[in-house]
C-alpha cells in the first residue's frame, strides 16, 4: 500500500497548519463557509442552560454509538463491490477479442442507435477511453480524499486544532475561524470529489447500456434475418431441384431425337441410294411393289401455310410451325388465326392443357369438398398433414411449375392461352402456401382467414379449369376433324400421276425434310439444354452464396450474441462499482452536512460561551459557578463531536484508501491490458486463438477478483476489529462506572 492510502493512527505526525492551507488552495471547492458561531445573541448565550444539559453526552457513551454505526457500515462485502472493477474490465477486453473476429467489421449500427460510431469496434474504443478517464479520475480523486482526510483526522490536525482553539481565548480570536473555515473546505472539496466520480461512472455506466441495447436489437434483427435467409434458402433449393429435373427432361428429350437423326440418316441415305440405282425406295426394310406403291399413294403433304408433313415419313411437329405461330400477334385468338395460322392438333399448348387440367381439377376438389371449419376448404390435406403428400399446395405447385417450364421455349397461341389460364391458379397456391407457413410460424390456427378468402378462390380455380377445360375441348374438335380430313381423297396427293422418277425424287425429298426437320428438333433441344443447364448453374450458385450468407449470419449473430451476455455482465459489475462510489459521496455528504456544520455550530456556541463566561467573571459564586460549569460540559460536548467526527472520516479514509491501493495494483494494469487489446491488430486470430485468448482474459480476471477481494476484505476486517475492541473496551468502562 502507498503511503497516501495508510490508514491514519491517532498518534502520527500531523502536516502542520500551513502544509494543510497550502493544500487545501490547490482544491477545487468553495471559500469561506460562515459557521453559526456568530449568530449566538447575548440573550440566549445562557439558554442552553435550561435545555437540559445537567447530564451531558458522556465520550464513552458517544464512541460506543459510534462504534455501531462504523461497524454497520463495514459489514458490507467490499471485496465483492470492488472486484467489480477487474470483472468490468474483463467482459470489456472479452468484447475486444469477439469484435477482432473480421466478420464483426459488416455489423453496422443505424443512426437512430445513439452511438456515436456505426461500427462495433470503434465504439468499443470509445467506451474503453471512457472508462480509462474513469478510473484514472477516480483513482486521483480518492488519494486526495485519503491525504485531506488525514490531514483532517491527524493528531493536532485541524479537528483537534478547533478545541484546541476554543479553550484559548487568544487563538479562538486568531486561529478558530480560519481552522473553521478549512474544515468546511475540505468537507465540501470531499463532497465535490466524490460526486464528480460518481458522475464519470454513472456516464460510462449510460454508454454501456447505450452499446447493450443497439447490441441487443442486432441480435434481434438478425434472428429475424436469418429466419428469412432460411426460408430464401429453402427455396431456392427447391427452385434449383425443379430446374435439375427440368434439365434431366430436356436431356432425355435431346437424347430421342439425337437417336431419330440417325434413322432419319439412315433413310435418308437408302432414298438417294434408291434413287441412283433408279429402284422403289423402301422405308423401314423390305417391302413389295404393291406395298411401296400403296404406301406411296397414301402419303401426302399438304403444301399451305399450316406446314403439315403426313404420309410415308411420320413427322412430329413441323419445326417451322411453332415459329410462325411465335410471330403472330400476342392478343391473337384462334379465330383471328383463320387466314394466318392454323390450329394444329400438334400445338404443345393441346399436351399442356390436358397435363395442367387434372392438377387444377384435384385443386378445386380440395376447395370444396373439405370440413366446414374452413368454409369448405380442405386444410389439412392442403397443409401436407394428410395421408399423402401430393395433394399439398407446394407439391401441386410444384408439378404445374414442372409442366410450364417445360414448355417454356414453346409460344404458340395455344400455349399463351395457357398460361394466361393457369396464372391464377398459380396465385391462389402461392397465398395458400404462405398461408400455411404463417400457420407454423405464428403456431395458431387461421380458420378466419381461411373460410374468408375459400370463396374467392374457388371463383378463380373454378374460371381456370373452365378455361382449361375449354382448351382441351377445342383440340378433341381438332383432332376428330383432322381424322376425317385425312380420310377424304382430295387431301392425299395424287401419286398416280406421278412418273417414277417424280415418285423417287418425292421420296428423297420427304426424307431431306425429316432429316433436317429432326436435327433442327435437336438443335433446339440442345440450345434449350445449354440454356436450362446455365440457369441451373447459376440457380446453384445463387444457393450457395444464399448458404455461404446464411454462414456467416450465424457467426456475426453469435459475435453479437456473445458481446450482448459479456455488455450484460459488464453493466452488472459496473452497476455493483458505481453504487460502491454513490456510497461514499453519500457518507461524506452526510458528515458535511450533519456532523461537520454541527461540529462548526457546536465550536462557535462553545466559544461565545467562554467569551460571556470570562465577561461575567466578576458576577455571584453561585452563578459564576453555574456558567463555568456549562462551559466545561459544552466543551466536554464539542470534544465527543470532534472525536466522532475524526472517526466518521477513518471510516471514509479507510475506503478511500483501500480502493487506491486496489486501484494501484490491479485495476491500472488492467486498464492498460484493456487499451492493448484495443489497438487493432494486423494478424487475423483463428476461432481457436480468439477463444483460448478470451480463457486468458477470463482466468487473469478471476484472480485479480480473488487477490482484490482477499485484500480489500483485509483492509475492512483489521478495521472492524480495532473498532470492535474499542467497543468492548467503552462497555467495560461502562460497567465499572455503574458498578
Not at 400445338?347 to 384435384?362: F, I, K, Q, S
Not at 455488455?567 to 460502491?580: I, K, P, V, Y
Not at 484495443?678 to 486468458?696: A, D, F, H, W, Y
Amino acid at each position: 500500500m502507498t503511503g497516501s492510502a495508510k490508514m491514519p493512527d491517532s498518534e502520527s505526525s500531523a502536516p502542520s497548519v500551513s502544509d494543510l492551507n497550502n493544500q487545501l488552495d490547490n482544491l477545487d471547492v468553495n471559500d469561506g463557509v460562515e459557521g453559526d458561531a456568530g449568530n449566538l445573541d447575548d440573550d440566549s448565550a445562557f439558554a442552553l442552560e435550561e435545555s437540559g444539559l445537567q447530564t451531558p453526552l458522556t465520550a464513552a457513551y458517544s464512541d460506543l454509538v459510534f462504534s455501531s454505526v462504523a461497524l454497520t457500515l463495514l459489514q458490507d462485502d467490499w471485496g465483492a463491490v470492488v472486484s467489480s472493477a477487474p470483472a468490468a474490465l474483463g467482459r470489456l477486453g472479452q468484447c475486444f477479442v469477439l469484435a477482432s473476429e473480421p466478420l464483426a467489421s459488416s455489423l453496422v449500427f443505424p443512426e437512430n442507435s445513439g452511438l456515436p460510431y456505426k461500427s462495433l469496434r470503434a465504439n468499443l474504443v470509445h467506451f474503453s477511453d471512457l472508462g480509462r478517464k474513469a478510473f484514472r479520475d477516480a483513482e486521483s480523486k480518492m488519494n486526495k480524499l485519503s491525504m485531506v482526510i488525514q490531514v483532517l483526522c491527524a493528531s493536532d490536525g485541524t479537528i483537534d486544532k478547533i478545541t484546541r482553539d476554543v479553550e484559548d481565548p487568544d487563538l479562538a480570536e486568531l486561529d478558530l475561524p480560519r481552522q473553521l473555515e478549512a474544515l468546511k473546505r475540505v468537507s465540501e472539496s470531499c463532497v465535490t470529489d466524490t460526486r464528480e466520480i460518481k458522475k464519470t461512472f454513472d456516464a460510462w455506466k449510460d454508454f454501456a447500456t447505450r452499446v447493450y441495447g443497439a447490441c441487443v436489437e442486432e441480435d434481434e434483427a438478425l434472428k429475424r434475418n436469418q429466419t428469412d435467409l432460411e426460408a430464401q434458402v429453402q427455396d431456392k433449393k427447391m427452385a434449383a431441384d425443379l430446374k435439375a429435373s427440368a434439365v434431366t427432361g430436356i436431356q432425355e428429350q435431346a437424347a430421342y431425337y439425337d437417336g431419330q437423326i440417325v434413322v432419319a440418316k439412315d433413310e435418308f441415305a437408302k432414298a438417294q441410294k434408291a434413287l441412283s440405282r433408279r429402284g422403289w425406295f423402301s422405308f423401314g426394310g423390305r417391302r413389295s411393289k404393291k406395298q411401296s406403291k400403296l404406301e406411296l399413294n397414301n402419303a401426302g403433304v399438304e403444301i399451305g401455310s399450316a406446314g403439315l408433313l403426313s404420309g410415308l415419313v411420320k413427322i412430329g411437329m413441323n419445326a417451322n410451325w411453332t415459329k410462325r405461330q411465335s410471330e403472330a400477334e400476342p392478343g391473337s385468338s384462334t379465330d383471328d388465326m383463320a387466314e394466318g395460322i392454323r390450329r394444329d392438333v400438334r400445338d404443345p399448348g393441346y399436351e399442356l392443357a390436358n397435363r395442367l387440367l387434372p392438377r387444377v381439377h384435384r385443386l378445386a376438389e380440395l376447395l370444396v369438398y373439405g370440413s366446414h371449419e374452413f368454409n369448405g376448404v380442405a386444410w389439412e390435406q392442403l397443409a401436407g398433414r394428410g395421408e399423402s403428400t401430393e395433394s399439398s399446395t407446394r407439391e401441386i405447385l410444384r408439378r404445374i411449375r414442372d409442366d410450364l417450364t417445360a414448355a417454356r421455349e414453346e409460344h404458340s397461341v395455344v400455349v399463351r392461352r395457357v398460361r394466361s389460364a393457369i396464372m391464377p391458379v398459380q396465385d391462389v397456391l402461392v397465398a395458400l402456401t404462405a398461408m400455411v407457413k404463417k400457420e407454423a410460424f405464428i403456431n395458431s390456427k387461421i380458420e378466419i382467414d381461411v373460410s374468408d378468402e375459400a370463396k374467392a378462390w374457388r371463383e378463380e380455380v373454378r374460371g381456370a379449369e373452365d378455361k382449361l377445360s375449354q382448351v382441351v375441348g377445342e383440340y378433341l374438335e381438332l383432332a376428330k376433324d383432322q381424322t376425317q380430313k385425312n380420310e377424304q381423297p382430295g387431301f392425299l396427293i395424287k401419286k398416280s400421276s406421278m412418273s417414277r422418277k417424280e415418285r423417287r425424287y418425292e421420296q428423297l425429298r420427304l426424307a431431306q425434310v425429316h432429316l433436317l426437320e429432326v436435327e433442327e428438333k435437336a438443335n433446339q433441344r440442345r440450345e434449350r439444354e445449354r440454356k436450362e443447364i446455365e440457369e441451373l448453374e447459376m440457380m446453384q450458385q445463387e444457393f450457395q452464396n444464399l448458404v455461404a450468407s446464411g454462414a456467416t449470419m450465424a457467426q456475426v449473430k453469435q459475435i453479437v450474441r456473445g458481446c450482448v451476455m459479456k455488455l450484460q455482465d459488464f453493466c452488472a459489475h459496473l452497476d455493483q462499482l458505481t453504487t460502491f462510489f454513490a456510497n461514499i459521496h453519500h457518507y461524506v455528504q452526510v458528515i458535511d452536512e450533519m456532523h461537520v456544520d454541527s461540529f462548526i455550530g457546536s465550536a462557535g456556541t462553545t466559544n461565545k460561551l467562554a467569551d460571556r463566561f470570562r465577561d461575567h467573571a466578576g458576577t455571584d459564586e453561585s452563578v459564576r459557578l453555574r456558567r463555568e460549569r456549562l462551559v466545561e460540559q459544552q466543551l466536554a460536548e464539542l470534544k465527543v463531536a470532534a472525536r466522532e467526527l475524526k472517526d466518521r472520516y477513518r471510516v471514509a479514509n479507510v475506503m478511500t484508501s483501500t480502493y487506491v491501493e486496489v486501484s494501484n495494483q490491479y485495476i491500472m494494469p488492467g486498464v492498460a491490458r484493456i487499451d492493448r487489446l484495443s489497438l487493432l491488430n494486423t494478424t487475423p486470430m483463428s476461432k481457436e486463438e480468439r477463444v483460448q485468448k478470451i480463457g486468458e482474459i477470463g482466468q487473469l480476471t478471476k484472480e485479480a477478483r480473488n487477490n482484490i477481494s482477499g485484500l480489500a476484505n483485509s483492509r475492512r476486517d483489521q478495521y472492524a476489529a480495532a473498532v470492535a475492541q474499542r467497543r468492548a473496551e467503552i462497555e467495560e468502562m461502562e460497567e465499572k462506572e455503574d458498578e
